[in-house]
C-alpha cells in the first residue's frame, strides 16, 4: 500500500495563477482532510471530506475549493493564487467513524511570487 | 486562549535521558488524544494515540493523559539523536476533525 500520495510536490505559482493540488489514499478510508502549516502557526485545516459526496470548511477555507472526486481522491483547487498562500500543503486521511487518527501524505511545497 | 497549547521549544535533552513533552487543550469534552511526530521537511507520523486517563506505553514512548487537568504529555525514554524532531499534539474536535498545537522542536544531543 502506497498510503496517501500527493502530487505534485514542489510547485511556483505567480499571483492570479490557478492549479489543482490531488491526494489520493488507497487505504479505504471513509474521510480526508487538507491542511495547511506555516511556521509558528502548526497545522490548520482547509477543508475535510467526512466520507464521499460531502465536504465542509474548515478553519481556514477561504480562497480555496475542494472535490471529493471519489473515495479515493480528494483535490484541492487554489482559483486564483495569492502569495499569502505560500504554504506547506498536507492531505490526511481517516479510516472511520470512531477512528480519529489521521495519517498523512508527503506534502506538496507552493510557493506564490 | 488556544484550544491546544504546546511550547514550542526548543527543548534540548542530552542522549539517554527521558525527554518530557507536554501539552494543554481547552474542549473538556476532547476523548481522542494523539502525538505526531514531524521531522524536518516531512509530513507529520503517528505515534501515540491515548484514549484514558492513565499511562499508554509504546516501546521508549509513554503518554500520559489526565482528563480533570485537560493535559497530555509524552516521555521518551533512552533519548536518541534520532528522536530530534518537531513532536505534534493533537486533540480531536468533534467526531470528525483533530485540532493541533504548535509543536515542540526536540533536539537530542549526543
Known amino acids: 500500500n502506497a498510503g496517501v500520495t500527493q502530487t505534485p510536490k514542489f510547485q511556483v505559482l505567480k499571483t492570479g495563477q490557478s492549479m489543482t493540488l490531488q491526494c489520493a489514499q488507497d487505504?479505504?478510508?471513509?474521510?480526508m482532510y487538507w491542511y495547511r502549516q506555516d511556521p509558528g502557526m502548526g497545522l490548520r485545516l482547509i477543508y475535510y471530506?467526512?466520507?464521499?459526496?460531502?465536504?465542509d470548511k474548515g478553519e481556514v477555507p477561504n480562497g480555496y475549493n475542494v472535490s471529493r472526486l471519489n473515495k479515493r481522491e480528494f483535490s484541492l483547487r487554489l482559483e486564483s493564487a495569492a502569495p499569502s498562500q505560500t504554504s506547506v500543503y498536507f492531505c490526511a486521511s481517516r479510516p472511520r467513524l470512531g477512528y480519529n487518527e489521521q495519517f498523512f501524505g508527503p506534502g506538496t511545497r507552493l510557493t506564490v511570487l | 486562549q488556544k484550544e491546544v497549547e504546546q511550547n514550542s521549544g526548543p527543548l534540548s535533552v542530552p542522549e539517554g535521558a527521558i525527554a518530557s513533552l507536554n501539552c494543554t487543550y481547552s474542549d473538556r469534552v476532547s476523548q481522542s488524544f494523539f502525538w505526531y511526530r514531524q521531522y524536518s521537511g516531512k509530513s507529520p507520523e503517528l505515534i501515540m494515540s491515548i484514549y484514558s486517563n492513565g499511562d499508554k506505553e509504546d516501546g521508549r514512548f509513554t503518554a500520559q493523559l489526565n482528563k480533570a487537568s485537560q493535559y497530555v504529555s509524552l516521555l521518551i525514554r533512552d533519548s536518541q539523536p534520532s528522536d530530534s524532531a518537531t513532536y505534534l499534539c493533537?486533540?480531536?474536535?468533534?467526531?470528525?476533525?483533530?485540532?493541533f498545537g504548535q509543536g515542540t522542536r526536540l533536539t537530542i544531543n549526543p
Open positions: 487505504m479505504n478510508h471513509n474521510s
Open positions: 493533537a486533540v480531536n474536535q468533534g467526531a470528525q476533525k483533530l485540532v
Open positions: 471530506s467526512a466520507s464521499e459526496g460531502t465536504t
